[in-house]
């Protein structure tokens, strides 16, 4: 069985996908920021030898997948996953934009470069890379081919926007390194949406969970008289992500495309009414239960049909992410 190299391999897509290649029988190299986080990982995954970490402790850095690359010419396939996901950052430009940007660049200039052995390349984007501004629109359908406006200018000065931009403007320059250097490999981009679930291992429960697994643990914890943010859009659970990029690299259908990752759409609603329900002892926030229908059918369609056929398989609904993520949270928490 093959080697696959991961970038950001601690993240919490990533080690979703690391686990289920090595599930798989491959061997994984990941990159990592640092020794506790690629030894948190080996903890994590119960220390199986089929896989190591190497540390790149900024993809931005010039030449930063060079030497990986080249010390292990047995890597037939990279996932490019590493990409900053964090809101709260003085320096958007600085902090998400340029690392998303040159981090994607650096992983296919290196692989052009010292590994031309690599048949395939996946890099992770983001549905928000293929969103029509018009969000509240239902005459307009989505779907793989529509891109992001987001451009360099209008996403460097906010973290949010920066975050927004960050995804399309990395994905786009993959796509266009395909088409100026015609590399050996394929490429394939995966685009979740909001991505829930529960960690691969509960000690990787840590005092501050990625941006994501924030949005819910954030509800988890609220009172009828919180005030929250409102969150909507489309949901994935982590482990359905995590498959999706195995398809992505074994698939004979997937080269060339970008895989759109919907389970459905939901609202903050949707999250609160099955929290109440099933937890009703916690006394979270209430909001106005099952309102989210007709918010929700007020959003723009989305027709992902191709990358449905690609896939396979059926996604897991978002009743059994949340309560398999509050399990593991109030289990770890407790
Ligand atoms: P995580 O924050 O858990 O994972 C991101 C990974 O990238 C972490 O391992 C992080 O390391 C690493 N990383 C970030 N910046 C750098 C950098 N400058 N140099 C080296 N490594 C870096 O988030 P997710 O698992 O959720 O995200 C994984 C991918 O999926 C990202 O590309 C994200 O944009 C995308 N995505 C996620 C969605 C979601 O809802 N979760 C939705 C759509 C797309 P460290 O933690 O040590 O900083």
């Known amino acids: 069985m093959s080697t696959v190299f991961v970038s950001g391999a601690s993240g919490f897509i990533a080690s979703h996908t690391v686990q289920q290649l090595l599930d798989q029988g491959y061997t994984v190299i990941g990159s990592v920021r640092s020794e506790s986080k690629g030894e948190a990982l080996v903890k994590a995954l119960k220390g199986n030898k ?13 030449g930063a997948f060079d030497e990986v690359l080249k010390s292990h010419p047995e890597i037939s396939a990279f996932l490019h996953i590493a990409s900053p996901f964090r809101m709260n950052v003085t320096d958007p430009e600085k902090e998400t934009l340029i690392p998303a940007i040159q981090g994607t660049k ?12 690599i048949t395939r390349v996946v890099i992770t984007s983001s549905d928000c890379a293929a969103r029509e501004n018009d969000d509240r629109n239902p005459s307009i359908t ?55 679930g529960p960690q691969i291992d509960d000690s990787l429960i840590s005092p501050t969970l990625n941006q994501s697994s924030q949005v819910l643990e954030t509800m988890l914890y609220s009172n009828p008289d919180s005030k929250l943010q409102h969150h909507t859009g489309s949901f994935i659970d982590v482990r359905d992500a995590a498959r999706a990029h195995l398809v992505a690299l074994t698939s004979k259908e997937a080269p060339n495309h970008r895989l759109i990752l919907s389970s459905s759409r939901f609202t903050s609603q949707s999250v609160y009414d099955i929290l109440s329900k099933k937890y009703p002892q916690l006394n ?12 929700i059918a007020t959003f723009q369609k989305l027709d992902y049909s191709k990358t449905k056929q690609i896939l396979g398989f059926e996604y897991i609904p978002l009743q059994k992410t949340v ?3 509050v399990d593991q949270i109030l289990r770890v928490r407790a």
């Open 50 to 62: 089929k896989f190591s970490y190497v540390i790149v402790s900024n993809i931005a850095d010039a």
């Open 106 to 117: 650096n992983v296919l200039e290196s692989i052009q470069k010292y590994a031309p052995q």
């Open 142 to 196: 989505l779907d793989e081919s529509v891109w992001s406006k987001a451009t360099y200018e209008s996403s460097k000065d906010h973290p949010v926007l920066a975050y927004l931009g960050s995804k399309p403007l990395a994905e786009k320059l993959a796509w266009d390194f395909v088409k100026t250097e015609k590399p050996k490999f394929e490429l394939v981009t995966v685009l979740p949406s909001y991505t829930f």
């Open 284 to 295: 979270t926030y209430k909001g106005e239960p099952e309102s989210d229908v007709a918010e």
């Open 323 to 325: 309560v398999d993520t």
